[in-house]
C-alpha cells in the first residue's frame, strides 16, 4: 500500500511504499558502486556472490561460512575474492532532502532524510 504524507516517515512505515515532498538541501557526485564481489572456498572450490550493503557505506559482508550445498556440509571459514572478470557496477547518488516547513507546526524543526538514488 502507498501513503502519501506531509511530513517524512517513521519507523511505522516501514514496509510501506511512502511518497514525501521536501527540498534537496545536498546532493552528493554521481558514483560507481560494485555491486557485486565474487568469492571462492579455499577448502572446496565453491564460487559464490556477495552483494554490497549500500546503507552502510557500501561494504561486502564477510563470508563466515562456505553456503555449498555438498554433502557432507564444507563448512570452511576461509575464502579468497575471485579475478574481477564479472564485475557487476552501478551508478548511485546520494541526495539530501529536508521537510517542507510549511507541512510543520509552528515551532518545529525539519528533519532530513538521506536518500540514496
Given at each position: 500500500?502507498?501513503?502519501?504524507?506531509?511530513?517524512?516517515?517513521?519507523?511505522?512505515?516501514?514496509?510501506?511504499?511512502?511518497?514525501?515532498?521536501?527540498?534537496?538541501?545536498?546532493?552528493?557526485?554521481?558514483?560507481?558502486?560494485?555491486?557485486?564481489?565474487?568469492?571462492?572456498?579455499?577448502?572446496?572450490?565453491?564460487?559464490?556472490?556477495?552483494?554490497?550493503?549500500?546503507?552502510?557505506?557500501?561494504?561486502?559482508?564477510?563470508?563466515?561460512?562456505?553456503?555449498?550445498?555438498?554433502?557432507?556440509?564444507?563448512?570452511?571459514?576461509?575464502?579468497?575474492?575471485?579475478?574481477?572478470?564479472?564485475?557487476?557496477?552501478?551508478?548511485?547518488?546520494?541526495?539530501?532532502i529536508q521537510e517542507q516547513s510549511q507541512a510543520l507546526g509552528v515551532g518545529s524543526i525539519?528533519?532530513?532524510?538521506?536518500?540514496?538514488?
Amino acid at each position: 500500500s502507498e501513503t502519501d504524507k506531509g511530513t517524512f516517515p517513521r519507523a511505522s512505515d516501514i514496509g510501506t511504499l511512502v511518497s514525501v515532498r521536501g527540498t534537496i538541501i545536498r546532493t552528493g557526485t554521481p558514483k560507481m558502486l560494485e555491486w557485486t564481489r565474487y568469492f571462492i572456498c579455499s577448502k572446496c572450490g565453491h564460487e559464490f556472490e556477495q552483494i554490497a550493503n549500500v546503507e552502510h557505506d557500501n561494504p561486502f559482508p564477510k563470508p563466515t561460512m562456505c553456503p555449498s550445498d555438498k554433502i557432507p556440509p564444507c563448512n570452511a571459514r576461509k575464502f579468497h575474492p575471485v579475478d574481477m572478470k564479472d564485475m557487476d557496477c552501478r551508478d548511485y547518488q546520494e541526495v539530501r532532502i529536508q521537510e517542507q516547513s510549511q507541512a510543520l507546526g509552528v515551532g518545529s524543526i525539519p528533519r532530513s532524510v538521506t536518500v540514496i538514488l
